[in-house]
């Protein structure tokens, strides 16, 4: 076992520490700031745990962790200095994060106690849960492992043996993860930087990792180890595949049956399977993996997003255009999505080897809209151009990372790009916002947070365009969102290339949290594309360019809306809205006329004529989660009249045609209302 008597996190190094400043009668103070604003002073090296407990014994017990000028920290590292520090318990992201990190590493200790020899990858905690990269070499794992697993889990748990941070050289920490036989650490520590690296301990079990931990394995309570999945080293298809376990847990059982409650029902909500249930879309191996195919039912659905969005376009501004499927590569090496993304494009398509000039399969559509800007001279006056397109894009995910609609290959962007006066910027941005707000409200995303993504800054290779342009956009999404009345969070490293941006993550019914429409403000690629107007001037002038499409990629929208209501789509969106369902062949002539007279009222109708049962034919408008049913017998024919039946609700009573398209057209307009009024009116 790998022995360092003095970690930082060790009990002997605490303890020495402790003797240490005894010993010179230390008595220097430092300067805590609490989230509330006051201001404390305690003995400098007081460490997490013992704050927490000079605060609050019931934080104490409940603390995980510590942020400490914005790093977070294990409980038992000393702090040195002056700090603003917020102590994390589970009720923080951070905190959560934490103990799903520290139930990795239990889980790893598990894996080598019950399958020597096994080699780690990497295992970090995820948005729910967390996951680790291991090789069992020939071994393939089951369900009954899990199981297994788990219990060992538990039992390493009950033990409640601390996590102690290691500091070690390069040279240490290779000799050790050689000597072990584990070349997945050893490739990982060979990138770090000498004095940046640590160890964790828990136990029999040492790890490479940056940390930080709960304080033991007793905090880990209640485990549950979720599936199996296959996934490539570091995402590379050319290295070995890995085993990766994924797995949750959490302080209480409660939480726990919670939690599989909503991941059972998301099964049951899974686009995939509603996918095929309600035939909507399908994939094919010899077409490709990630390259959906629409079926009819789908199709309809798709078409009918993109003229709910495309007429709202309109009536703001909006004017269509349309782009061809590929580009020269010079084309996007100028925009600088080749090589910036190159990775994650599909090969170019070689015209002359000698020059490796070529064509790319479009990965995004912007070049194209600003090629169509570039097309004649611009005048200030007209200004905002809004150009808008369903731009059919093409991005090579790997094989192991495409699901379902959420990930593909090819797939649409309701995109379009707005070049506007440096003057008409917050204006445009605020507007933009409105109209993703109005999409979500239409479609029943009622919740969602958003986050301004900008540059990090200690990062900066990863980003074109000079420092006060940059500055520039990031303030001009800070005030446009303030004054709509978000309450945005801000995340470093998150912006594109070109620009910092604001994204919406919608959360669903099941309160997953969910990517979708995205707006970005871009100052560079005019810049490098020397676009320009003509000013009041008379004079060239460098327009703003603002990316934006509220549904993001339409292929993960639909996948995510899928999910949401659990393929139950609103009146206005559902691919049939109305099966017309005869009790008997005789009463055919009569549905068909119904139908009819239902199409031309402008409502998607599928008559039912099959010889089978009126109860048959139910149960399959039920599961194919069709709006409404119009049950026609002899009664109804003679009548004049139609059965209405609800899907979830059933019967409604009888009604006159006219009067049901009426109550339909009402249902609609009031969906339609419910979306224009604004959450911030």
């Given at each position: 076992m790998?022995?360092?008597p003095y970690?930082?996190?060790?009990?002997?190094?605490?303890a020495?520490?402790?003797k240490?400043?005894a010993?010179?009668?230390?008595t220097d103070?430092?300067r805590?700031?609490?989230?509330?604003?006051s201001?404390?002073?305690?003995?400098?090296?007081?460490?997490?745990r013992?704050?927490?407990?000079?605060?609050?014994?019931?934080l104490?017990?409940?603390a995980?962790?510590?942020?400490v000028?914005?790093?977070?920290r294990?409980?038992?590292?000393?702090?040195e200095?002056?700090?603003r520090?917020r102590?994390l318990?589970?009720?923080?992201?951070?905190?959560?994060?934490?103990?799903?990190?520290s139930?990795a590493?239990?889980?790893?200790?598990?894996l080598?106690?019950?399958?020597?020899?096994v080699?780690?990858?990497?295992?970090?905690?995820?948005?729910?849960?967390?996951y680790?990269?291991?090789?069992?070499?020939?071994?393939?794992?089951s369900?009954?492992d899990l199981?297994?697993?788990?219990?060992?889990?538990?039992e390493?748990?009950?033990?409640?043996?601390?996590?102690?941070?290691?500091?070690?050289?390069?040279e240490?920490?290779?000799?050790?993860?050689?000597?072990?036989?584990?070349?997945?650490?050893?490739?990982?520590?060979?990138?770090?930087?000498d004095?940046t690296?640590?160890f964790?301990?828990?136990g029999?079990?040492?790890?490479?990792c940056?940390?930080p931990?709960?304080p033991s394995?007793?905090y880990?309570k209640h485990?549950?180890?979720?599936?199996?999945a296959?996934a490539?080293?570091?995402?590379d298809?050319?290295?070995?595949?890995?085993?990766?376990?994924?797995?949750?847990?959490?302080?209480?059982?409660?939480e726990?049956d919670?939690?599989?409650?909503?991941?059972?029902?998301?099964r049951?909500?899974?686009?995939?399977?509603?996918?095929?249930?309600?035939?909507?879309?399908t994939?094919?191996?010899?077409?490709?993996?990630?390259?959906?195919?629409?079926?009819?039912r789908?199709?309809?659905l798709r078409?009918?997003?993109?003229t709910?969005?495309?007429?709202?376009q309109?009536r703001?501004?909006?004017?269509?255009?349309?782009?061809?499927?590929?580009g020269?590569l010079?084309?996007?090496?100028?925009?600088?999505?080749?090589?910036?993304?190159?990775?994650?494009?599909?090969p170019?398509?070689i015209?002359?080897?000698?020059?490796?000039?070529g064509?790319?399969?479009?990965?995004?559509?912007?070049?194209?809209?600003?090629?169509i800007?570039a097309d004649r001279?611009r005048?200030?006056r007209?200004l905002?151009?809004?150009?808008?397109e369903?731009?059919?894009?093409?991005r090579?995910?790997q094989?192991?990372?495409l699901?379902?609609?959420?990930r593909?290959r090819g797939?649409?962007?309701?995109?379009?790009?707005?070049?506007?006066?440096?003057d008409?910027?917050?204006?445009e941005?605020?507007?933009?916002?409105?109209?993703?707000?109005?999409?979500f409200?239409?479609?029943g995303?009622?919740?969602f947070?958003?986050?301004?993504s900008?540059?990090?800054?200690?990062?900066?290779?990863?980003?074109?365009?000079?420092?006060?342009?940059?500055e520039?956009?990031?303030?001009?999404?800070?005030?446009?969102?303030?004054?709509?009345?978000l309450?945005?969070?801000?995340?470093?490293?998150?912006?594109?290339?070109?620009?910092p941006k604001?994204?919406?993550?919608?959360?669903?019914?099941l309160?997953r949290?969910w990517?979708?429409?995205?707006?970005?403000?871009?100052y560079?690629?005019?810049?490098?594309?020397?676009?320009?107007?003509?000013?009041a001037?008379?004079?060239?002038?460098r327009?703003?360019?603002i990316?934006?499409?509220?549904?993001?990629?339409?292929?993960?929208?639909?996948?995510?809306?899928?999910e949401?209501c659990?393929?139950?789509?609103?009146?206005?969106?559902?691919?049939v809205?109305?099966?017309?369902?005869?009790?008997s062949?005789?009463?055919?002539d009569?549905?068909?006329?119904?139908?009819q007279?239902?199409?031309?009222?402008?409502?998607?109708?599928?008559?039912?004529?099959?010889?089978?049962?009126?109860?048959?034919?139910?149960?399959?408008a039920?599961?194919?989660?069709?709006?409404y049913?119009?049950?026609?017998?002899?009664?109804?024919?003679?009548?004049?009249?139609?059965?209405?039946?609800k899907?979830?609700?059933?019967?409604?009573g009888a009604?006159?045609?006219?009067?049901?398209?009426?109550h339909?057209?009402?249902?609609?307009?009031a969906?339609m209302?419910?979306?224009?009024?604004?959450e911030?009116?």
């Amino acid at each position: 076992m790998w022995e360092h008597p003095y970690a930082i996190g060790g009990r002997k190094g605490r303890a020495n520490q402790k003797k240490m400043m005894a010993g010179n009668g230390q008595t220097d103070v430092i300067r805590i700031t609490l989230p509330d604003g006051s201001e404390r002073t305690f003995p400098k090296g007081i460490t997490g745990r013992e704050l927490a407990e000079q605060l609050s014994p019931r934080l104490a017990r409940e603390a995980l962790a510590i942020e400490v000028n914005g790093e977070v920290r294990d409980l038992s590292r000393p702090i040195e200095e002056d700090a603003r520090v917020r102590l994390l318990t589970w009720k923080d992201p951070e905190g959560k994060a934490v103990y799903w990190h520290s139930t990795a590493h239990l889980m790893a200790e598990a894996l080598e106690a019950l399958y020597p020899g096994v080699k780690f990858g990497i295992g970090p905690p995820i948005e729910q849960g967390f996951y680790y990269d291991v090789d069992l070499g020939d071994r393939k794992l089951s369900a009954e492992d899990l199981a297994r697993i788990e219990e060992k889990m538990r039992e390493l748990a009950r033990r409640d043996v601390p996590y102690e941070r290691i500091p070690v050289s390069k040279e240490e920490a290779l000799a050790y993860f050689r000597k072990k036989g584990d070349p997945y650490k050893v490739e990982l520590i060979e990138e770090l930087e000498d004095g940046t690296i640590t160890f964790y301990r828990q136990g029999n079990f040492t790890d490479l990792c940056r940390g930080p931990h709960v304080p033991s394995t007793g905090y880990i309570k209640h485990v549950k180890l979720l599936n199996i999945a296959g996934a490539y080293w570091r995402g590379d298809e050319r290295r070995p595949q890995l085993t990766r376990i994924y797995g949750i847990s959490f302080p209480k059982k409660k939480e726990l049956d919670e939690y599989l409650h909503r991941l059972e029902e998301a099964r049951k909500r899974d686009h995939r399977k509603l996918g095929r249930e309600l035939e909507l879309f399908t994939f094919s191996q010899k077409v490709g993996p990630g390259l959906p195919l629409w079926l009819p039912r789908g199709a309809t659905l798709r078409e009918t997003l993109i003229t709910f969005l495309r007429e709202e376009q309109i009536r703001r501004g909006y004017q269509p255009v349309v782009t061809p499927h590929i580009g020269r590569l010079e084309l996007y090496r100028t925009s600088g999505h080749y090589p910036y993304y190159k990775d994650s494009q599909f090969p170019p398509m070689i015209e002359d080897p000698e020059t490796g000039e070529g064509y790319l399969l479009k990965p995004m559509n912007c070049p194209h809209h600003i090629m169509i800007y570039a097309d004649r001279p611009r005048s200030y006056r007209e200004l905002p151009l809004r150009l808008a397109e369903f731009g059919q894009v093409y991005r090579y995910e790997q094989t192991g990372e495409l699901s379902g609609l959420t990930r593909v290959r090819g797939f649409t962007i309701d995109d379009a790009h707005i070049f506007c006066r440096p003057d008409q910027v917050k204006e445009e941005f605020k507007n933009v916002i409105d109209l993703t707000l109005y999409v979500f409200r239409a479609l029943g995303f009622d919740e969602f947070e958003a986050q301004i993504s900008l540059r990090d800054p200690n990062n900066r290779e990863k980003y074109v365009g000079d420092d006060a342009l940059w500055e520039q956009a990031e303030q001009a999404i800070r005030e446009a969102a303030a004054e709509m009345g978000l309450q945005a969070t801000e995340e470093i490293g998150e912006a594109a290339f070109y620009g910092p941006k604001l994204d919406f993550m919608v959360r669903d019914a099941l309160g997953r949290r969910w990517q979708l429409g995205t707006v970005q403000l871009d100052y560079v690629l005019p810049e490098r594309f020397d676009l320009y107007y003509i000013g009041a001037d008379n004079q060239k002038h460098r327009p703003v360019m603002i990316h934006r499409a509220p549904f993001g990629s339409l292929e993960r929208f639909i996948g995510v809306l899928i999910e949401h209501c659990a393929g139950n789509f609103p009146l206005w969106l559902a691919p049939v809205q109305i099966a017309v369902l005869p009790l008997s062949d005789e009463l055919n002539d009569y549905a068909e006329a119904v139908g009819q007279r239902l199409r031309e009222a402008g409502f998607r109708v599928e008559v039912d004529t099959r010889t089978e049962t009126i109860g048959y034919k139910i149960r399959q408008a039920e599961v194919q989660k069709i709006p409404y049913m119009l049950i026609v017998g002899r009664r109804e024919r003679e009548a004049g009249t139609v059965a209405v039946r609800k899907h979830g609700e059933g019967d409604l009573g009888a009604s006159t045609l006219e009067d049901f398209i009426k109550h339909l057209h009402g249902e609609i307009e009031a969906a339609m209302q419910r979306a224009t009024v604004s959450e911030n009116a």
